[in-house]
């Protein structure tokens, strides 16, 4: 099946969150704290505290052993990248609260119980077990059932949300990669040829927008098609691939990289003072109620931090190199520190770096009840 390639351009993407960022309704960038918190950040980053989580049963735990390929490992980033969103579950009093979860013998709170439910799928993989989830025509065949085996931990819970669209997305990328790209996302790079956009539309960003609409149209936000073009350059640091792939994910055009617009991160500059909010987006976040998706409220929370994170590490370090230690802080922060802060919790209790111009401690106490924004989305 041919499909027309369409040039979602860098130029269009920050034409449009101009667009959207020109005369917001729900929310203003504050560049005073913006600045107030880029002081601080290098500062926290080089205490290197998220190591203390790394053992811990959150987001930061250490990844499984895992031993693939260099091409199944990208085939891996590809066909797991469709799943990364709504890492949060409803509590019986219908507040938000972060998947909690046992999988093979370890609790995980957090995102990384996604990753960890598929890492138990390549183990079982490597041991003949299971569905090979690293195959296109398995994933253009997989059914309900199979994706609720796949996200059910080690207790039968089975928390995760939208498990039909989940199940939409494994077999899009299987059925695309088998009908596009002789079944492997190799090929998907090898077409992008270290770009991430090109005159011609066939950047590694505007390939997953074209091909990919069910998992990855996201435009102009396209976090995912940023997230997993930045965590596999990234992943060069610590792991030798062959010539041709390090040359494929060493990006030509790294700079037209953008900043991961989910929740966690808008979560923080809510809290911290970065974002001012209109009075209805704060009373969505302290009640965890339902934003809705592509409403100006959300096109507003992720187009700024879009924004602030582009204009934080140009002030901590420079954009692009700045960014990715910026994408884990911010994410952090939020997750393991906004989650648990209280008015008057002491600094021995939860430090925090930026405590001191943090708007939700010492300016408007009632930012502490918001959660982050809650939206039924799979972008983020």
């Known amino acids: 099946m041919a499909t027309q390639t369409i040039a979602f351009t860098k130029q269009d993407q920050l034409a449009r969150i101009s667009d959207i960022t020109r005369d ?38 250490a990844a499984p052993p895992l031993h693939l390929s260099d091409i ?16 949060w579950e409803w509590t019986a009093e219908q507040k938000a609260t ?3 979860l046992v999988i093979d013998g370890t609790h995980y709170v957090g995102s990384f119980s996604m990753f960890a439910f598929h890492y138990r799928a390549m183990l079982r993989r490597a041991e003949g077990k299971g569905k090979d989830f690293l195959d296109a025509q398995v994933l253009a065949n997989l059914t309900l059932k199979d994706v609720e085996t796949h996200y059910t931990d080690d ?3 089975l928390s995760v949300q939208m498990l039909h ?6 077999r899009e990328v299987g059925r695309v990669l088998g009908d596009e790209f002789e079944g492997h996302a190799i090929n998907v ?82 809290r911290v003072g970065i974002f001012d909010i209109s009075d209805e987006f704060k009373r969505k976040l302290r009640n965890h109620e339902l934003i809705e998706s592509d409403s100006d409220m959300e096109q507003e929370f992720r187009a ?36 648990r802060c209280r008015v008057g919790i002491s600094e021995q209790d939860l430090p925090c770096a930026y405590r001191d111009v943090c708007k939700a401690t010492n300016e408007d106490h009632e930012l502490m009840d918001a959660a982050w924004p809650l939206v039924m989305t799979n972008h983020y």
């Open 155 to 157: 207790n039968g819970k």
């Open 165 to 170: 669209r989940r199940l939409e997305n494994f």
């Open 98 to 100: 972060p998947l909690d």
């Open 24 to 61: 917001p309704k729900h929310v203003r960038l504050n560049m005073k704290r913006l600045e107030d918190v880029a002081k601080r950040a290098p500062v926290s980053m080089a205490t290197n505290w998220i190591d203390a989580y790394r053992t811990a049963d959150e987001h930061y735990r």
């Open 189 to 270: 790079l090898r077409r992008a040829d270290g770009h991430l956009f090109r005159p011609d539309g066939n950047g590694l960003i505007q390939l997953m927008q074209t091909y990919f609409p069910s998992s990855w149209r996201d435009w102009p936000m396209a976090k995912l098609p940023n997230v997993i073009p930045l965590g596999l350059y990234e992943f060069r640091r610590h792991r030798r691939f062959s010539p041709e792939i390090d040359r494929l994910l060493d990006f030509k055009d790294y700079q037209n990289i953008s900043g991961g617009a989910d929740y966690y991160r808008p979560w923080f500059f809510v």
């Open 304 to 339: 700024f931090t879009i924004v602030a994170l582009t204009k934080l590490a140009e002030l901590t370090g420079g954009w692009p190199q700045a960014l990715n230690a910026l994408e884990v802080e911010t994410h952090a922060v939020a997750f393991l520190h906004c989650r």
């Open 72 to 87: 199944d490992q990208i085939q891996f980033a590809f066909v797991f990248g469709t799943q990364g969103w709504l890492i």
